[in-house]
């Protein structure tokens, strides 16, 4: 009996686990007090129902849904529809939407793990 690879004829997509450190930018806003800018939106969280996501999400996690252009987000790396998995040491996997942004809001340094679907070879 012949054995074909299947792994030899499609690429493999998994999930990559990829580390991110982000400095926030601080800007003035328009009361004239100085914020912290991070450059990018998320959505999900045990809280919400990820059926109902105009981005097609399969589960409750936490995911970037919009990253702003030359943002501290695009220069550190972080892409639209990355998972975060962990914030500054926080486990994001089972957070509610509004303890995520707590969290993301914390401090001006972010140290995320996030996870990314891609191609690993072909």
Request: some cysteine; charged content about 20%.
């Amino acid at each position: 009996m012949q054995s074909t690879s299947k792994q030899s004829l499609f690429p493999a997509f998994q999930c990559l686990s990829i580390p991110i450190t982000l400095q926030k930018e601080l800007m003035i806003d328009y009361e004239g007090k100085e914020v912290a800018r991070c450059g990018f939106k998320i959505g999900g969280g045990i809280d919400q129902d990820f059926t109902k996501s105009p981005q097609g999400y399969t589960d409750y996690g936490i995911y970037v849904t919009d990253v702003t252009p030359d943002s501290a987000a695009e220069r550190a790396g972080l892409r639209m529809h990355d998972k975060i998995l962990q914030c500054n040491g926080y486990d994001m996997t089972l957070c509610t939407h509004k303890k995520a942004v707590q969290i993301i809001k914390k401090t001006n340094v972010l140290n995320l793990l996030v996870s990314r679907k891609g191609i690993t070879h072909m």
